[in-house]
């Protein structure tokens, strides 16, 4: 009876634990390796205005001072 109860929480415990793994080990990287990770957008909103004004700011971030995606 008890392990009905217990085994969903153990399973979404252990979901949102890996779920977040990527963010601590994302942490630990030293900021001079940054510059080492590479990032895609896929726009999905074809046709729409809003994945194309993420692509528009990701573009501009990227061309404007040194301290914003380098």
């Given at each position: 009876m008890l392990t009905g109860a217990l085994l969903p929480l153990v399973f979404y415990t252990t979901l949102l634990m890996w779920a977040c793994l990527s963010l601590y080990w994302g942490s630990l990287v030293p900021n001079n390796d940054v510059t080492k990770i590479s990032v895609f957008f896929v726009n999905l909103?074809?046709?729409g205005s809003l994945g194309s004004q993420i692509a528009t700011g990701i573009q501009a971030a990227i061309n404007s001072?040194?301290?914003?995606?380098?």
């Open positions: 909103d074809a046709g001072t040194p301290n914003h995606l380098t």
